[in-house]
Structure formats: C-alpha cells, structure tokens
C-alpha cells in the first residue's frame, strides 16, 4: 500500500508541475501576443496599420488608406476629445457624490461619446474594405476575429490575475 501511496503522490506533483508550467508558458504566450496588438483591440481601439498587417497590400492601397485615415485625422481627433472629456465628467460625478440626475447625464456623455466612436470606426472600415481584395478581405475577417478571440482571453487572464 505505501508504494501506491508514493507512486500516487508522485504522478501528483508531476501532475501539478505539469499545470504551472503550461500555466506559465500560457501567459507567456498572451503577454507576447498582446504587444502586437491584440491588446489594443481589446480595449476598442483602432489601429488600422495593425489591423491590415500581413494583408499584403500594394504601394497604391497603401497609399489609399494612408488617405482614408488623413481624410478623417479631424474627426478622429474629435472623437477622442469628446471621448475623453465624457469620462472625466463622469470620473468627477463619482468622486464628488453627485446626485443620480447628474451620474445619468456624465454616463450619458460617456455612451454617446462611445457610439460616435464606433460609427466612425465602422465608416473608416467600410471606407478600407472598399479598396481591398476578396481575398484581402476575407484574411481580414479571419484576423478580427482571432484578435477577438486573443481580446476575451487577455480580459479574462486580467479577470483571473484580479481574483
């Protein structure tokens, strides 16, 4: 019985040993991951240079998108602006005990300030899928949604680490 006992907690800590390192190699391998990107999509943000990598583009949709994303450099600026003064109003509303009238309305800023955001990500996408490929376009479909996919694992490893 105690050499069962001993093979048991051998294959045990084996077992355990096993875990950590694929548990290491794991977040080694979302941490790598996440620098070239796919952190950035997690948090919402558009980075088209990141997003039409490894496309292949030729010299002149380079030079398309290059003008796409001059064309809206304005509006780009505004929605940040607008995005960022939303969630300063609301950081202020919380802080300083504001009344639930006043949270709404700072939350409310704060959404829209989101949904322009995502309209005019939406617009500037179109406006890049226009000029590309079938191709082209279906390995951009592919690649958003793997940098989904790498997005819901980095929130969750964040999730677990808060845990």
């Known amino acids: 019985m105690r050499g069962y006992q001993k093979a048991l907690a051998a294959i045990s800590l084996v077992a355990v040993l096993i875990v950590g390192v694929v ?30 990598r490894g496309l292949n583009l030729t010299d002149e949709q380079k030079e398309q998108v290059k003008n796409i994303l001059s064309n809206h450099k304005p509006d780009i600026k505004a929605v940040a602006q607008e995005s960022l003064q939303a969630r300063k109003g609301l950081r202020e509303a919380l802080a300083g005990g504001a009344n639930q009238d006043a949270l709404k309305a700072a939350y409310d800023k704060v959404s829209s300030a989101g949904w322009n955001a995502l309209m005019l990500r939406n617009q500037i996408g179109s406006e890049i899928k226009q000029i590309l490929t079938p191709e082209q376009q279906e390995r951009l479909q592919k690649r958003q949604e793997n940098l989904k996919k790498l997005g819901r694992k980095i929130i969750e490893n964040r999730r677990i680490k808060k845990l």
């Open 23 to 52: 548990a290491v190699a794991n977040a080694q391998n979302l941490k790598r991951l996440g620098q070239g990107g796919a952190a950035a999509a997690s948090k919402g943000k558009f980075n088209a240079r990141m997003l039409l």
